[in-house]
């Protein structure tokens, strides 16, 4: 038995050995923060310190020293470390920053000499995108909004192919009056593999470039809100009676124009809501809601075409609107180009990850255009969604074509076995599912 122990001991250490630096950085990180979670703070500060001794320029490290140091009360002991650092090496960008992120997690009257502290990091090492991205961060929070633009512009400029920069570059742009700037740059996040995270700040970013409220008169807003409570109800016409009294009272409110053309379409009354969007979107050229609204009119008219434009209007007045994303799909669809169909539900996706439909959907359109996607998207679905046949059957099917069309022995085989594991799910599930049972049987012909 000790042999045994000896032995495994043996193992471990050889293991431990064999990871990379990044390795046993991340797995201190990692532990860290299981620590921290657990209120163990003592244990997790040991854990962020070994992690920054062995790279004392990594920011997930300091800011996890940083926050745990001052859940356990102890901020002013990093403080003092930090600001030992800078005396000790005042040129180094580094100290500088470790220093001003700690004066900034104190905030209150620290936040001032966190301010002084990052633009010294950020001036010492120009090429350095973290520091001037944080600068500009600290810059946007204390109101520097004229300030922070620069910065940040630097900062996106440092790295382009990462989303983080361009969202609060967005909003110090719209905080001074550049809005067209900042949607452009908004526009590049969809591009650029963004974070569930980073979608959701540029979607509320978007919203807050884009709204429709802005400037609503406090005297108009409970009659809004019946209006709005009455068409919730499905009492258009009752709605649509109290939106024509605010625009007696107040003409320019081109919401109240945008919801009243909700009404009349809800009424069936295409001319008139067509008359009011588009008195709407005269009112207001930056806002996208009623262009938005006059596009699904269209679409729902079977007329895509008119709509497509609209939709493409709405986002480049708002580049985060869902529903018109899903519209642009709708539309390529219908026009038979499934590539910008399968397209246009990808963007969909990053911003309604969990729709089933758009999901499945853009599964098969990446089946029927044999993309490799297509194999992931149904795996995917099959484990995310695994109580819904048509997950397995849609699965089935991919792998069932690629079974039939391949070739070569071995991979054959790994295509036949995946169709028939999803299509004996789908039975589990449906044993009456004729199309899974059907599928099955034309699957055992094929050529082993």
């Known amino acids: 038995m000790m042999r045994i122990a000896v032995a495994a001991a043996a193992l471990l250490s050889v293991a431990c050995a064999a990871q990379s630096p990044a390795q046993r950085i991340q797995a201190r990180l990692e532990k860290a923060s299981a620590l921290r979670d657990q209120r163990r703070l003592s244990e997790a500060v040991a854990l962020y310190d070994e992690a920054l001794a062995l790279a004392p320029h990594d920011h997930v490290a300091l800011r996890g020293y940083v926050e745990t140091m001052q859940a356990a ?24 920053e470790a220093l001003g992120v700690t004066l900034y997690t104190a905030g209150g009257a620290a936040a001032e000499r966190a301010l002084d502290e990052l633009a010294t990091a950020a001036r010492l090492a120009p090429e350095e995108a973290d520091f001037q991205y944080r600068y500009g961060l600290l810059l946007l929070d204390s109101g520097r909004h004229a300030d922070a633009v620069p910065v940040l512009s630097r900062a996106t400029e440092l790295e382009p ?22 949607l452009r740059q908004l526009e590049q996040v969809l591009k650029l593999s963004p ?19 802005r400037g609503f008169p406090s005297a108009a807003r409970e009659q809004f809100e019946l209006a709005l409570g009455a068409l919730d109800r499905d009492a258009p016409a009752q709605a649509q009676e109290l939106l024509d009294q605010l625009i007696e009272k107040f003409p320019e409110l081109a919401i109240v124009h945008a919801t009243a053309g909700l009404c009349a379409a809800k009424m069936d009354e295409i001319g008139r809501a067509i008359v009011a969007l588009r008195r709407a979107s005269e009112l207001a050229p930056d806002l996208a809601e009623p262009r938005l609204y006059l596009a699904e009119l269209y679409l729902s008219r079977a007329r895509a075409d008119e709509a497509q434009g609209h939709f ?35 963007t969909f996706l990053l911003l309604r990850p969990d729709n089933f439909d758009a999901l499945v959907t853009r599964a098969g ?51 036949r076995s995946k169709a028939r594991e999803a299509l004996e799910k789908a039975l589990e599930l449906d044993p009456e599912n004729q199309a899974a049972a059907a599928m099955l049987a034309e699957l055992k012909k094929l050529p082993r």
């Not at 974070?195 to 409220?213: G, H, I, V, W, Y």
């Open 73 to 96: 009360g102890r901020l002013s002991e990093a403080e003092a470390r930090f600001a030992r650092a800078v005396r000790k090496a005042p040129n180094d960008a580094w100290a500088h």
């Open 161 to 182: 192919s990462r989303a983080r920069s361009r969202l609060p570059y967005a909003v110090a742009l719209a905080r001074t009056g550049r809005r067209e700037e900042a």
């Open 195 to 213: 974070t569930r995270d980073e979608m959701a700040r540029a979607e509320k970013a978007a919203r807050q470039l884009s709204d429709p409220f």
């Open 312 to 346: 493409e209007a709405a986002l480049g007045r708002n580049p985060f609107l869902a529903d018109a994303w899903l519209g642009l799909a709708k539309c390529a669809l219908k026009a038979g180009d499934k590539a910008s169909a399968a397209d246009r539900y990808g």
């Open 365 to 415: 359109l990446l089946g029927d255009l044999d993309r490799p996607e297509a194999g992931p998207a149904w795996d995917a679905l099959a484990t995310t969604f695994a109580r819904k046949p048509e997950t397995h059957i849609g699965r089935a099917r991919w792998y069932f074509g690629r079974a039939a069309r391949e070739t070569a022995p071995a991979p054959r085989a790994e295509h």
